[in-house]
């Protein structure tokens, strides 16, 4: 089902969608694009560069509560908060798919299910964008990204001389396109002959994760993390960081159990009560999300978790981005002379 | 409801509070209806104090005791503190069971030596009384315990009466310095370990205790001849999920939550040595 919209139409659909589910997209707030929950009078942006942060937010938010407690004498009352929302995903680029896919294989593959991050994914209609102008930081040529396809979406859209080509692939995308039937028109663009050129950045991660295997002791570790400044802007903005941290706010009669994202960028992180830590220093912290990525990932799931969006190189405010670590442990091409 | 979610903790009661030592607490803790999980030995749950939050712990009952769960509890972060100060009928939040446990099975048919330090009996403890009520399966067992001072001893009447009074078992308890009411050895564990000669011969060597000691005692071993396939430790980490998860207790790929916390020596020795 291929189909059209006009761009002075577009508002129309998202009012339509977002009456049914909260939609997410990407809006300009400030100076950055965020993906953000439409709203009359936004400001919605489809040609903006990869927004400041990922979309993974909308299935791992930020924070969220999980639970409300009552506590009266020695009695204690646990209620499950759940969150049952239609969403609609729309604008996401494929690279962003692919990492919220990275995710999916550990909050819902990997045994047992988190259902809060599940029944999000379930409850939500992706509508990808594929992406003709990458942003001068991306890097998806290095790995198996195609920024003109999203073959995990829902509805594949492209954005061809002022109108959305809409394309859907699943029975959810095939409703959506349903839902707005009246202001579509049947598309006779051949999207196959667009083309977009990626970067790589000179980097080649063929065999990298096997040879980190045996290199978690390497030399390259002393030297790397000396400008990091343990900010953990990186794990904010990154879509395949996903590390979460557990708190309570409340007071003894009543409250909630939260949680929140967390870096292992951060000293606390792994800090035990007594005072140990097994990752004391910002070495072994700075290994730990380099190896995640590029080795321990890999070898859970066969993949190295980084789809080269380039937040990280636009984020860090020392330039100790994944390209550099990548480079710093041998990933480069050999020069043809 | 695809799933129920997997950090939603469930309702349990305190039974009873045994003071252990000044700094150590046993709770035996119950669910709605009798325990709140099956597990096995070297499992652990998490419990929570709300609003302080939740903290993991080891399962110091034998799955074979089938009335409550108990977690022996040193008093050293916000939860262990407050889990402390509550009173026997207080309910709180658990939720688990937790991690591999011990191999029980492959330790079938051979001899066993615990070696245990301070609170590191905790852990132990589970499975000391797991292969005591199936004693058929286990050969001699041998229990290595110490403590800073015998003030420091936990489940004491326990050890001394009933694991001591056990067939074919031997419990050998040990104090790092002299104190005028202690009669027996004095001396830390991993010497005394070395003192008693143990054969690594069809043994397994199941091991617990602060960092340090376990060091000296896995040194130990190995000049007693013990091959790193027949040492068994379990490993503490900070954990919040407790399912492999929330990204702090992974030793390179493998999270201590889920993968252990049990591992042989010979597994440890090709994972980082990040703990």
């Known amino acids: 089902m291929k189909k059209m919209i006009t761009t002075d139409n577009l508002t129309e659909l998202w009012a339509r969608l977002a009456e049914e589910s909260t939609l997410y997209l990407p809006v300009q707030d400030g100076p950055m694009v965020l993906f953000q929950p439409w709203q009359e009078g936004v400001q919605v942006d489809l040609e903006a560069f990869n927004s400041a942060v990922s979309p993974k937010d909308i299935f791992l938010p930020r924070e969220e509560t999980y639970l409300n407690y009552r506590c009266s004498g020695q009695a204690l009352e646990l209620d499950a908060v759940e969150d049952d929302r239609a969403i609609t995903a729309f604008g996401i680029h494929p690279c962003d798919l692919k990492a919220i896919e990275m995710l999916d294989r550990v909050f819902i593959e990997q045994d047992p299910p988190d259902n809060l991050y599940q029944k999000r994914r379930e409850n939500t209609t992706v509508v990808a964008l594929s992406c003709t102008n990458p942003d001068p930081f991306c890097f998806c040529g290095v790995f198996d990204v195609n920024p003109l396809d999203a073959p995990g979406a829902d509805v594949m859209a492209h954005l061809v001389d002022g109108s959305l080509h809409l394309e859907a692939r699943t029975e959810k995308g095939k409703a959506l396109l349903e839902k707005a039937g009246d202001l579509l028109e049947d598309s006779t663009v051949d999207i196959a002959k667009r083309e977009v050129k990626t970067a790589d950045f000179g980097l080649n991660v063929k065999g990298l994760p096997e040879d980190l295997k045996s290199r978690f002791e390497d030399p390259v570790w002393d030297e790397l993390y000396k400008s990091c400044l343990s900010c953990g802007v990186c794990t904010y903005v990154c879509p395949t960081c996903y590390c979460f941290d557990v708190e309570d706010y409340g007071h003894e009669a009543k409250g909630e159990r939260f949680r929140c994202w967390d870096s292992c960028m951060f000293g606390h992180f792994t800090q035990m009560a007594g005072g140990h830590n097994p990752r004391p220093s910002r070495k072994e912290r700075v290994r730990q999300r380099f190896m995640h990525k590029l080795q321990y990932y890999h070898e859970a799931y066969g993949e190295i978790a980084c789809v080269g969006c380039g937040r990280c190189l636009r984020s860090c405010p020392v330039n100790l981005d994944i390209v550099q670590a990548i480079k710093a442990l041998g990933g480069e091409k050999v020069e043809q002379r | ?275």
């Open chain 2, 1 to 275: 409801m695809s799933n129920a979610n997997p950090l939603m903790p469930q309702m349990a009661t305190i039974l009873d509070i045994i003071a252990e030592t000044p700094e150590i607490k046993t709770l035996r803790v119950s669910g709605k209806d009798g325990l709140p999980f099956d597990f096995m030995p070297g499992q652990c749950a998490m419990l929570s104090v709300l609003p302080v939050g939740e903290a993991i712990f080891s399962i110091t009952s034998s799955p074979t005791c089938r009335d409550c769960l108990e977690f022996s509890i040193k008093k050293t972060g916000k939860v262990s503190n407050s889990l402390h100060s509550l009173e026997p009928g207080q309910q709180i939040g658990i939720r688990g069971p937790y991690g591999n446990g011990f191999p029980v099975e492959e330790m079938k048919g051979k001899d066993l030596l615990f070696i245990g330090g301070g609170i590191g009996l905790a852990p132990l403890r589970s499975l000391i009384g797991y292969c005591f009520a199936n004693r058929d399966h286990y050969g001699q067992i041998d229990i290595v315990y110490g403590a800073r001072s015998p003030a420091d001893m936990i489940r004491k009447s326990e050890v001394k009466e009933t694991w001591a009074g056990q067939p074919n078992t031997k419990v050998h308890l040990t104090v790092d310095a002299e104190f005028p009411d202690w009669k027996g050895h004095v001396g830390f564990v991993p010497t005394y370990v070395t003192e008693l000669a143990f054969t690594p011969e069809n043994k397994v060597a199941i091991t617990c205790g602060p960092p340090i000691m376990i060091k000296f005692v896995l040194q130990a071993l190995d000049k007693l001849g013990f091959a790193p396939e027949q040492v068994i430790t379990t490993l503490e980490m900070r954990m919040k999920c407790g399912v492999g998860k929330c990204g702090r207790c992974n030793l390179g790929p493998v999270y201590v939550c889920k993968d252990g916390p049990v591992f042989s020596l010979a597994e440890l020795n090709e994972l980082p040595g990040e703990y």
